[in-house]
């Protein structure tokens, strides 16, 4: 059983930044991509982010390019997401994903292929 631990929200006024991490465990964490999506109130769950299973590429929603970077350290099991110049709209709960195929060659941005997701965790952006 896979398990995802997301942690880093917080109430944040615009243009300010926060650091987003999700740890992994159950399963081995550097053979998989590895996603941040994200859901506003009302609103469908979203692709925000994405990080190849070795780290060598990623992937942005447009609305968060040159705002946000994705990273990960697969000898600690974790992945993060930096995000600066935030803006009331980003304000969401975040969640990280887990893909259901290892090796992948890219990053999907549609929630069905990802098998794990975490709890999520609240980002708020005053303005």
């Known amino acids: 059983q896979v398990q995802l631990v997301e942690s880093g929200g917080g109430l944040v006024q615009a243009g300010g930044s926060l650091r987003l991490s999700c740890a992994a465990s159950?399963?081995?964490?550097?053979?998989?991509?590895m996603s941040w999506f994200r859901q506003a109130p009302g609103k469908e769950r979203e692709f925000v982010a994405g990080i190849r299973w070795s780290g060598g590429r990623t992937y942005y929603a447009d609305s968060v390019k040159g705002r946000f970077t994705i990273s990960r350290d697969n000898a600690k099991n974790t992945v993060y997401l930096q995000m600066n110049s935030l803006k009331p709209e980003d304000t969401a709960v975040y969640y990280c994903a887990a893909d259901r195929t290892p090796y992948g060659l890219g990053v999907s941005v549609g929630t069905y292929e990802y098998d794990y997701w975490g709890q999520g965790t609240q980002v708020t952006v005053s303005s």
């Open positions: 159950g399963r081995t964490f550097g053979s998989y991509a």
